[in-house]
């Protein structure tokens, strides 16, 4: 399975705006149907160049599937956030193979 992780540093002046923006954005995203689920989530890592960095995590259903979404809808859905915020924010994405998950049963 793959993580396609967003990790985005926002501008103290812009912060509030964007986090209401992505939090219609992330439904966008997963109503392309390529993904299983997405996680927000705040670095908690202070950077040099000040502002407030968020990763997103969104869980391709496969690697096929990510790559779709590359080809047919990352594009459009990125366009909007860029014209809305570019200046102000700086975003980088990775993608994350995971390996094996665990979990805890017993809480």
């Known amino acids: 399975m793959i993580i396609y992780n967003v990790t985005i540093n926002i ?3 812009i912060h509030d705006e964007w986090l209401e923006w992505i939090k219609n954005h992330i439904p966008q995203v997963l109503a392309t ?8 989530t705040k670095v908690l890592v202070e950077e040099e160049m000040g502002g407030t960095t968020y990763a ?21 859905l990125k366009q909007e956030g860029l014209m809305k915020f570019a200046d102000k924010m700086l975003a980088f994405r990775t993608e994350l193979e995971i390996i094996d998950e665990y979990t805890v049963t017993n809480h």
Do not use: C, W
């Not at 149907?33 to 927000?40: M, S, T």
């Open 56 to 76: 997103i995590q969104y869980k391709a259903k496969s690697r096929e599937a990510l790559e779709s979404y590359y080809q047919n809808d990352a594009s459009g």
């Open 33 to 40: 149907g390529k993904f299983i689920d997405a996680r927000l």
């Open 11 to 13: 501008e103290e002046s």
